[in-house]
Nanobody, 123 residues
């Protein structure tokens, strides 16, 4: 069973940067797709980015493409989300999760959700 803990959120001005981390426990981390999602108040959970188990393949939502970068360090059982040029509309709780479905951006294909980390971008 993989347990995930997100960290790195906070309050930042528009145009600023944050780096989120997702630390995983469990031996199956390196063989899973990992994804980042976000949920703004009153809205559903939206896909942000995913990365293959090797780190060689990444995919982003159009809204964050170019600005965000997902990466992973399997030796440290950690996935990262580098967020640059942040906008107020990026404000949300950010979650990481794992999936056994390659190429999926659907929340229902992901499991072992972390507790989330709040990102707030002021204008």
């Amino acid at each position: 069973q993989v347990q995930l803990v997100e960290s790195g959120g906070g309050l930042v001005h528009a145009g600023g940067s944050l780096r989120l981390s997702c630390a995983a426990s469990g031996r199956t981390f390196s063989r899973t797709v990992m994804g980042w999602f976000r949920q703004a108040p009153g809205k559903g959970r939206d896909f942000v980015a995913r990365i293959s188990w090797s780190g060689g393949s990444t995919y982003y939502a159009d809204s964050v493409k170019v600005r965000f970068t997902i990466s992973r360090d399997n030796a440290k059982n950690t996935v990262y989300l580098q967020m640059n040029s942040l906008k107020p509309e990026d404000t949300a709780v950010y979650y990481c999760a794992k999936s056994n479905v390659y190429g999926s951006s659907v929340p229902s294909d992901y499991m072992n959700w972390g507790q989330g980390t709040q990102v707030t971008v002021s204008s």
